[in-house]
């Protein structure tokens, strides 16, 4: 059974910096793309950053310049590097991946648990 596990949210204060992590594991085929997205209180959940099978990248505006996406494909790991973090990235982060299990042949999209990530003095 397909799970996405992340870790490395936290408290920060601005200006600082996490990583978080998400490894996907169980039963799978192969992965296309992987991601993060966000939802703060009271707010949708927004895309912070995807990358593709073939590494390009997709930032939203208000992470360019401060986050960086990469991915570890032999581990099937995606990371956010998140600098200068403002109080305003304070969020729920999901990690996201479209996977092809072993057992099917259609692509499917998996979530993980959610890790906070608070910016705060």
């Known amino acids: 059974q397909v799970q996405l596990v992340e870790s490395g949210g936290g408290l920060v204060q601005p200006g600082g910096s996490l990583r978080l992590s998400c490894a996907a594991s169980?039963?799978?085929?192969?992965?296309?793309?992987m991601g993060w997205y966000r939802q703060a209180p009271g707010k949708q959940r927004e895309l912070v950053a995807t990358?593709?099978?073939?590494?390009?990248?997709n930032y939203a505006d208000s992470v360019k310049r401060r986050f960086t996406i990469s991915r570890d494909n032999a581990k099937n790991t995606v990371y956010l590097q998140m600098n200068s973090l403002q109080p305003e990235d304070t969020a729920v982060y999901f990690c996201?991946?479209?996977?092809?299990?072993?057992?099917?042949?259609?692509?499917?999209?998996?979530w993980g648990q959610g890790t906070q990530v608070t910016v705060s003095s």
């Open positions: 990358t593709a099978s073939d590494g390009s990248t």
């Open positions: 169980g039963g799978i085929f192969r992965i296309n793309a």
């Open positions: 996201y991946a479209r996977i092809k299990p072993v057992v099917l042949q259609s692509w499917l999209d998996y």
